[in-house]
């Protein structure tokens, strides 16, 4: 199926219609673009230029199958409102038309000049290398702070002073720290800092650390300098709490430092099959709004018991080729420990992030005993692959 159009955004869906697929799929793109005319006199030129088109779609049974519509992009101010723009042109009307049962938005491509209207990630795998100071070979092995609140901000940096001294190199809140009054954001992120510098200058290991500055838009600028002023060399935040376009505010801010976008609540528009909004798409939206960082379910964790699961859709959509938007890293987790770390490893290879939260913090041994273990999973991986 066609899938990329000059000039056009083309949004690749699966429908459901009691009608014809090909009839429903052409009444919905004009639909979505210029609608009837409803002025006095013939359409003019530029009327008929701008009216969207099904680009192609194949039937799998009656009335159902895949379509590819095609969005004239000059309808759009790229330069202004690129994502909204863009949102809005292959989502935000489909519920409304009469004759789809089921719809689900499965993927887009553009063409490469609308790329220059997103930031993309400002670091990936590259950048954040150079920060930790670690060279292409070494796994990436980090946590997420557990418990995910409760906790005041010197349990908080002891507890990453701990997995610092252990070697870990990325430390991120849990995306359920919200910066309560009893662990607020500054004082937090300034105590945390304090140890991970103390543990450099003991061991030389530099550690990333991500504290969740999640809030809405008109606030996110300044938790993100609050954080940079208490020291953090890292943020992260829920962007669909957020919202995308917070994603970048930061990144084409003068904060200079690494996003991970936490993706909590993208289940809700992609879990049902052959509805809502596909995690891939949502994957390839965080990209290019600046996100560094984008979870996926471990390899056998919790949310990808029997295979690759999730990863063979979003690990693709973190790196595959997309003008000059740099890649995304993959941040694994979810049931990772050091049972399962080998399994990811040979799948992602050296080019993710792996963070253990329970694996490591649960260990018999303390965090320190499961850092340990993970490294030496790591280690035995590695030596495995070679």
């Known amino acids: 199926m066609r899938t990329t159009e000059p000039g056009c955004l083309v949004s690749q869906l699966y429908f459901e219609t009691e009608g014809s697929l090909k009839d429903v799929a052409e009444e919905t793109v004009r639909h979505e673009t210029i609608g009837k005319w409803d002025r006095p006199g013939k359409p003019t030129e530029?009327?008929?230029?701008?009216?969207?088109?099904?680009l192609d779609y194949e039937e799998h049974s009656p009335g159902k199958g895949k379509v590819a519509l095609a969005y004239p992009l000059h309808n759009l101010d790229l330069r202004n409102s690129a994502f909204s723009h863009i949102w809005v042109s292959m989502i935000t009307g489909m519920s409304a038309m009469p004759n789809l049962k089921k719809y689900r938005v499965v993927d887009f491509t553009l063409p490469e000049e609308a790329y220059a209207y997103f930031p993309g990630p400002r670091f990936g795998l590259e950048g954040t290398r150079e920060i930790l100071q670690i060279d292409q070979s070494e796994p990436i092995i980090g946590t997420i702070v557990k418990p995910t609140c409760g906790l005041t901000?010197?349990?908080?940096?002891?507890?990453?002073?701990?997995?610092?001294?252990?070697?870990?190199?990325?430390?991120?809140?849990?995306?359920?720290?919200?910066?309560?009054?009893?662990?607020?954001?500054?004082?937090?992120?300034?105590?945390?800092?304090?140890?991970?510098?103390?543990?450099?200058?003991?061991?030389?290991?530099?550690?990333?650390?991500?504290?969740?500055?999640?809030?809405?838009?008109?606030?996110?600028?300044?938790?993100?300098?609050?954080?940079?002023?208490?020291?953090?060399?890292?943020?992260?935040?829920?962007?669909?709490?957020?919202?995308?376009?917070?994603?970048?505010?930061?990144?084409?801010?003068?904060?200079?430092?690494?996003?991970?976008?936490?993706?909590?609540?993208?289940?809700?528009?992609?879990?049902?099959p052959d509805q809502g909004i596909d995690q891939r798409v949502v994957a390839k939206f965080a990209r290019l709004m600046g996100g560094d960082y984008f979870r996926i379910g471990a390899l056998g964790g919790y949310f990808a018991k029997d295979d690759v699961g999730e990863a063979a859709v979003l690990r693709p959509a973190l790196t595959e080729l997309m003008g000059k938007i740099k890649a995304a890293v993959p941040a694994v987790s979810g049931g990772l420990d050091p049972s399962n770390l080998p399994d990811n490893i040979r799948y992602f290879g050296t080019g993710a992030l792996f963070l253990a939260g329970t694996g490591i913090a649960k260990h018999p041994d303390g965090i320190t005993g499961g850092v340990k273990a993970m490294r030496e999973a790591a280690k035995a991986a590695m030596k495995g692959a070679k």
């Open 46 to 54: 530029l009327f008929r230029k701008s009216g969207g088109y099904l």
């Open 153 to 272: 901000p010197d349990e908080v940096a002891a507890i990453c002073e701990e997995g610092a001294m252990a070697g870990l190199k990325f430390i991120k809140d849990d995306e359920r720290m919200m910066n309560p009054a009893y662990c607020p954001l500054q004082e937090r992120v300034r105590k945390v800092m304090e140890r991970l510098r103390k543990v450099y200058e003991k061991t030389g290991n530099k550690v990333l650390y991500t504290p969740c500055i999640t809030t809405g838009p008109d606030k996110i600028l300044a938790h993100a300098r609050m954080a940079v002023e208490a020291g953090a060399n890292g943020v992260m935040f829920v962007f669909i709490g957020a919202g995308f376009e917070s994603l970048r505010i930061v990144a084409e801010s003068d904060v200079n430092m690494p996003i991970y976008a936490h993706c909590c609540g993208k289940e809700h528009w992609a879990r049902f």
